[in-house]
Structures are given as structure tokens and as C-alpha cells.
């Protein structure tokens, strides 16, 4: 008998686990692809950054310690990289968050469902359309001869002439100021769904007391609506930060391997190091990277720090 | 069977460091080692220094078709190739993956001592053939280029493609800087000479721009390879180092960035914008102001100005010319090849010769890139001294006589030397010449000397 309820005993725990382990196979698809595309690289290029790899050079990499890292830290161009992608960065943040939660109030405030569903609608048509003809666009968009802002500009409107019209991508101090244009058009719909759905979440009779109370508009707004959007604008300003330092494609588009330009930051930086110049230091190119990431992470950290939740319960 | 085990956090972590930890061990393999017999990498400072030619792998029965790669603008401008591509047997042609002047999926093949293709069709020796050497990614022709052929090709061209005297690179388009400019427009503007020399030309560009004919009297190409060299070219060519680098310090080259200062201030205020595709290298503003029928001169590689040409109204007030001269000076210019490389671990070799051959002197290519096509019309010429004879021999109706012009100048031509930095020296150096062309910085010598600076310090980097 005794012998019986063990046999039982252990069958039922086998089948307990397998059924415990038959919930990871689900999981199989997503862990390739996470550790495949995600964790591997990451670690691949920890290790070249100790190493001296050159991708043209033949031979095996050597292990060099930290000398990619102490090389980068004297590396001029390192830190103006770094300056010019925090440039863009201040530039381009507050208005990826303020102009996308104006618009979502805005949203918000119209009672008539199917006008609120078409302007939706509008809002996300950039964040459909794919990359690559967003680029071509706006680079039409800023064609200093042929494009249609300087012809408005100078031919109708005759606020130029042509000898002065706005190079946007030409002129270092309108380029940054013009990606970061085109970026806040493009992101525009995505990040207006994000606080439209904060503003959901807001229960309408906080602003019916307020209200009452003889609260107006704007202090309502910035006593209500801002500090319960606050966990997203933490969400979008972390995630938005992370994006902005690690612009690449549109620097490239803007101002191409221009070592001069404001758009030739570290990302451009370690691109062209890596792939265009000389024997391809990716080694040096792959320490450049995890110093920008570090950079990047003590500011993250900070962010989060400072949009942490105030709440008391 | 029901799943009634939830997933919890620590059972999540535990599976994750695993998983982890394998990725981080397999990460920290060490890349592949060097194929055996394959060359050391060649001193970047003596471009002419060539890698041994690698051991070429043990003869296999080939497993495939011949298989060309194309870079995808040969075939936008040369619609006959991919039909004729088509016709030929046993031949699969694909595109490569080399936007941008990339060659890294032929380094990463060659490291792994495989090549899905045989041929690459799209080499332009000063920018990615020392690269492709020293990583023993090609092989020279030599041993499979009938020699008729070898010494049918332009000695200027045989010697630009060649390292140490083996033929790295089997030439196929001609390029070659030159004049150009909208009959229209000077017309408009009175001047009745072509213009010769370059006084000519800042004389014609600003009375183009007193007649109102045009906003601009010239537009021209900022990137230096495709602007300074020429000009430099244009005084001497004696103008590399011992190690084959550009001397930005030379008087030719000092006299031809004055110049481009002078013609700059005759041209579009956006003139050194980066261009709108290949990092910034094509589709430049000078392209859209000669496009736009805004500019009366035009010094470019020819077939820039036939392509914009195609834009306008009337395409045939394109005139073109030699590329003009500095008083005293050499009167050179640069030209350039776009040609084929033969992959170390390629198949097919003796076929890959006997396609070459089969493309290079096939008529219909050099009919339709001189007549242009519906497609496009890129005046790319040939490299074979034969076909010029049989052109003078026995002019063919089609052939227009801009090509004795662009030709003509083959004589006096050189092409930018080889190097590990041939293309990237120029980038390297622009923003220091570019502040002197935009008055930020009134000496010239300062920043030709700085230019050098940089390109030195890249050099170190590599060293």
C-alpha cells in the first residue's frame, strides 16, 4: 500500500511538472529572438570593446583592456558627439511631450465621437507611413531650390529672396532644429494616443470639483491633468531620451560623414569607424558605443529618479 | 491538461540567467581566425604595396551558375544589362547589397573563406579595391583575362586597376571629369566661347549672373574627389605623397581650393549640402540646380550632367567640354573606373572572364550609354582602345561627337591613387577646407595644412 502512494506520489508530481515545463514552451519563440537579436549583440560588442578588432584587418582580435576606453575619453570627437546628440536631445524632447499632450487635450475636449475619431485618425497616419518615405519627404519638404517651404518662403510669401532662404539642412544652426521638426511630426500621433489614454484614466468628477471650486482652465490643467499624466510623460521622456541619443538615419540623411556638421554625433561617429574608415576599428567603435550607453543609462536612472512616484499610499 | 502552474518572477529570472549565461559564452567566442595563406594586411601608408595574391582555394567543380552581383545603379543606367543577363546561359545575377559604397557582406564571406557570388560588378579601384585586397576578398585576373584583352585596355586604365601589376579590377565604365554647361543660358548671357581655361569661366559664371540669365554661373560637386583633385589636376599631378596619399599641402592643391572659392561665390548658397543619398554623397544641391535649369556651367564627372539634363525642357542645349585649365598648368583632370572584381572563394572563374569579356565589348551597352536610353542616359564609356578605333574607323550613326570630347581627354587624365584612405582622405579633410570656402577661415595654407592633419591622425588610428 505504502508502495502504491509513492508510485501515485511521484506520478503526480511528474505531471505536475510537466505541466510547470509545458508553460515555457510557449515562451521558446520570443526567448530566441530576445537573446538572439537582444542579449547576444549586446554581449558581442561588450566583449570587441576590449579588443583591438579591426573587421578589415585579417587575424584574430586581441585583448586589449581598457584601452579602447581610456583612448575614447581623450577622443575629441567623442565627447562632441556626445554634446551634439544631447543638443538634439533638448531640443527635441520637450517638444516630443508638450505638443502631443496639447493636442490630446485638445482631442479629448471634442464631444462629437465621429470628429474624435477622425482626428485620431489624422494623428496616426505618420506613424504609419514607413521610415524610409518619411526621410525622402522631408528631405523634398527641405530642398533649399526645389522644395515647397522655401517656395513658400520666398516665392510667395517673398519673406527670402533666394540668396538668404533658410538652408535647413545646409545650415548647422536650422539642421537640428529640422530633424527635430520632422521627428516631432512623425511621432506626433503615437505619443498623442499615449496621454489620450492618460486622460481616460483621469475619473471626469476630479475636474467636476475642481470646476465647482471655481478652478479655471489653466488650473485645472496644471493641478489636475499634469500630475495624474505624469507615470506617462515618465514613460515617453525616458523612452524618447533613449531614442534621441541614438539617432543615426536621419544624421546620416542630413548631413551624411561631414565631421563638421552638428548632425556628425557619436552614433554617426562610431558608424563610420566601424564601417567606412580605414581598417574598420570596430573594436574602438564598439567601446565609443557602450560609453555613449553608460552615459545614457546614468541619465536614464536620473529621469526615472526625478518622474518617481510622489504618491503617499 | 490544464496549466495550472503560474509563471512566477523568480522561476522567470532563474530561466532567463541560464539562457544568458549560454549567450554570454558564446559571445565571448573570438571572431574567425585568419583563412590560412591568406595575406597580411598592407601597409596603409604605401597603397601600391599589394597583398600577396592569397593561396586561391583547392580547384572544386563549380556548384552553380556563374553569379555576378551588380551595385543596383549599373543596372538603373544600363537597362541591357540585366537583358542581357538574361539571355546568356548558365548565369544567375543578382543585386548586391552595397548601398553606399558598402563591401562589408563580401568581407564577412571571405572571413568564412565562402562567396555567394563569383563577380562583383561595381568596384571603383581609389575607393574599395585596396580594402578588398588587403582582406584577400579578390583575387587579380590575371590568370584568366585573355591577353588581348589586357592589352586592348587604356594603359592609364590598366595601370589605375592594377597593383603591383596584377589587375585587381576588370574595367568596365569610364568616368571622367569635365565641362558642361546650358547652351540656353549662355546664350542668354552673351558668352559665344566655350570656356577653355578657368578665368574663362569665372568671367562667363558672373556675367551669366549680371544678365539674370541664370541665378547661378556655375555649379560644381564639393566633395573633393570630385572637385579639388580635378582642379588640382588641372595644375599638376604630381600631387600625391610617397605613400599615395592626396598632398592637400601642394601648391596645385592650395591654387585649387582658391578656385573653389571663387566659383562657389558664383554658385547656389547651399552649395555644400550634403547630399540626399549614400551618406550624403549623391543626389547633391549641385545636381538640383543644374537640374532645375538654374545654373549656366557645371564641372562634374560627365555623366552627372547628361542625367540632370534629361530633366530639362529641351535636353539638347546640354554642351559639354574638356575640363578647363589654370594658365601654366597641366591641364589634367581625374577620371575614374567602375569595374569588376574577381571573389578568392568565388566558382566559375575562367566563366567569369568569358562574361566580362562578353559584357565589356558588347555594342548594345555602349549604344545605349552614349545614345542614352528611355531608362537613362549615363555617357559612360568604354575602356578598350579597339572600340575607339572602330569608332574613328567607322563612325556609327548614333555616336554624337561630345564622345572624341570626353575621350580626348583619356591622354592627359589621371586617376586618384590607390590607398586604404583614397575616398575617405577627402571627408576626412572637408570640413577644414569647407570653413575656408565658407570665409570662416581667410588662409588658405592653414587649412590645407589641417586637412593633412586629419587624414594624418586617421592614418595613426589605424597604424
Known amino acids: 500500500m505504502a508502495a502504491i502512494s509513492t508510485r501515485a506520489t511521484r506520478q503526480s508530481r511528474l505531471s505536475a511538472s510537466l505541466q510547470h515545463w509545458g508553460n515555457w514552451v510557449f515562451l521558446i519563440p520570443s526567448a530566441i529572438f530576445f537573446l538572439g537579436y537582444m542579449i547576444y549583440p549586446i554581449l558581442r560588442t561588450l566583449w570587441l570593446s576590449f579588443t583591438d578588432y579591426r573587421y578589415l584587418r585579417q587575424g584574430p582580435a586581441n585583448f586589449v583592456g581598457l584601452q579602447n576606453f581610456q583612448y575614447a575619453l581623450s577622443d575629441p570627437l567623442v565627447l562632441i558627439g556626445l554634446q551634439r546628440a544631447l543638443q538634439f536631445t533638448l531640443v527635441f524632447l520637450p517638444g516630443m511631450i508638450f505638443l502631443p499632450l496639447i493636442l490630446a487635450v485638445m482631442v479629448d475636449r471634442v464631444t462629437v465621437r465621429g470628429l474624435a475619431t477622425f482626428y485620431r485618425v489624422i494623428l496616426l497616419i505618420p506613424a504609419v507611413i514607413p521610415g524610409p518615405m518619411i526621410f525622402v519627404m522631408w528631405r523634398l519638404l527641405y530642398n533649399y531650390e526645389i522644395g515647397p517651404i522655401n517656395y513658400i518662403l520666398v516665392d510667395v510669401l517673398g519673406i527670402f529672396t533666394k540668396a538668404n532662404a533658410p538652408q535647413w539642412v545646409g545650415n548647422p544652426s536650422l539642421v537640428i532644429p529640422a530633424v527635430a521638426v520632422f521627428q516631432w511630426w512623425w511621432g506626433l500621433g503615437y505619443h498623442t494616443m499615449f496621454f489620450l489614454a492618460g486622460l481616460a484614466a483621469i475619473p471626469k468628477d476630479l475636474y467636476e470639483a475642481a470646476r465647482i471650486d471655481g478652478a479655471n482652465e489653466w488650473q485645472v490643467f496644471w493641478g489636475i491633468t499634469i500630475p495624474r499624466l505624469r507615470p506617462i510623460m515618465a514613460i515617453l521622456v525616458v523612452l524618447r531620451f533613449g531614442t534621441a541619443m541614438a539617432v543615426i538615419d536621419e544624421y546620416l540623411l542630413f548631413g551624411g560623414f561631414n565631421r563638421g556638421l552638428p548632425t556628425y554625433t557619436w552614433t554617426v561617429y562610431m558608424y563610420d569607424l566601424a564601417f567606412q574608415t580605414g581598417e574598420w576599428l570596430q573594436g574602438y567603435a564598439a567601446a565609443i558605443g557602450w560609453l555613449g550607453a553608460i552615459g545614457m543609462l546614468i541619465i536614464t536612472a536620473t529621469l526615472l529618479y526625478i518622474f518617481r512616484n510622489r504618491d503617499n499610499n | 491538461m490544464a496549466l495550472n502552474k503560474k509563471l512566477n518572477r523568480r522561476n522567470f529570472l532563474k530561466a532567463g540567467a541560464v539562457a544568458g549565461s549560454a549567450a554570454a559564452l558564446a559571445a565571448c567566442a573570438p571572431p574567425p581566425a585568419a583563412a590560412p595563406g591568406a595575406p597580411a594586411a598592407p601597409d596603409a601608408s604605401a597603397p601600391t604595396v599589394a597583398a600577396a595574391a592569397p593561396a586561391a582555394p583547392a580547384a572544386s567543380t563549380s556548384t552553380r551558375p556563374l553569379s555576378p552581383t551588380f551595385y543596383q545603379w549599373i543596372y538603373d543606367l544600363h537597362p541591357h544589362i540585366p537583358e542581357l543577363n538574361k539571355t546568356l546561359p548558365n548565369v544567375k545575377a543578382e543585386i548586391a547589397p552595397t548601398e553606399g559604397f558598402g563591401i562589408e557582406r563580401f568581407v564577412a564571406e571571405t572571413k568564412n573563406k565562402e562567396s555567394t557570388w563569383d563577380v562583383y560588378v561595381g568596384m571603383t579601384p581609389f575607393v574599395e579595391m585596396t580594402q578588398l585586397i588587403s582582406t584577400g576578398a579578390i583575387v587579380p585576373w590575371d590568370d584568366y583575362i585573355p591577353k588581348d584583352v589586357l592589352d586592348d585596355i587604356i594603359p592609364s586604365i590598366r595601370e589605375e586597376c592594377s597593383v603591383n601589376g596584377k589587375l585587381y579590377s576588370w574595367p568596365f565604365f569610364l568616368d571622367i571629369t569635365g565641362s558642361a554647361w546650358h547652351s540656353g543660358i ?278
Open chain 2, 186 to 463: 549662355t546664350k542668354a548671357a552673351g558668352i559665344t566661347k566655350a570656356p577653355t581655361t578657368w578665368d574663362d569661366v569665372l568671367t562667363g559664371a558672373k556675367a551669366i549672373i549680371d544678365s539674370k540669365a541664370a541665378p547661378y554661373g556655375n555649379v560644381y560637386d564639393p566633395q573633393g574627389w570630385r572637385s579639388l583633385a580635378p582642379m588640382t589636376h588641372s595644375m599638376s599631378t604630381q600631387v600625391y605623397t610617397s605613400e599615395g596619399r592626396f598632398d592637400f599641402n601642394h601648391d596645385a592643391a592650395i591654387e585649387a581650393l582658391i578656385l573653389m572659392k571663387k566659383l562657389k561665390d558664383l554658385g547656389p548658397a547651399n552649395l555644400l549640402e550634403a547630399g540626399a543619398s549614400d551618406g550624403g554623397v549623391n543626389s547633391t544641391p549641385d545636381e538640383v540646380a543644374f537640374a532645375a535649369e538654374k545654373a549656366g556651367f557645371y564641372f562634374k564627372y560627365f555623366n552627372s550632367p547628361y542625367r540632370m539634363a534629361a530633366n530639362w525642357k529641351d535636353p539638347n542645349l546640354l554642351q559639354i567640354g574638356a575640363y578647363p585649365k589654370f594658365a601654366g598648368g597641366e591641364g589634367s583632370t581625374v577620371f575614374w573606373t567602375t569595374g569588376a572584381c574577381l571573389f578568392t572563394y568565388g566558382q566559375n572563374k575562367e566563366a567569369a572572364a568569358e562574361y566580362m569579356k562578353t559584357l565589356t565589348y558588347d555594342k548594345k551597352i555602349w549604344q545605349d550609354s552614349i545614345a542614352g536610353t528611355a531608362a537613362a542616359h549615363p555617357v559612360q564609356l568604354p575602356v578598350y582602345t579597339s572600340i575607339y578605333k572602330e569608332w574613328a574607323a567607322s563612325k556609327p550613326e548614333w555616336l554624337p561627337e561630345a564622345v572624341n570630347t570626353i575621350s580626348g581627354q583619356m591622354p592627359i587624365a589621371k586617376a586618384i591613387t590607390n590607398h586604404l584612405f583614397g575616398l575617405k582622405q577627402f571627408q576626412l579633410a572637408r570640413p577644414f577646407y569647407e570653413k575656408y570656402l565658407l570665409g570662416q577661415e581667410t588662409s588658405e595654407k592653414t587649412v590645407m595644412q589641417q586637412c593633412m592633419d586629419a587624414v594624418t591622425a586617421e592614418l595613426k588610428k589605424t597604424a
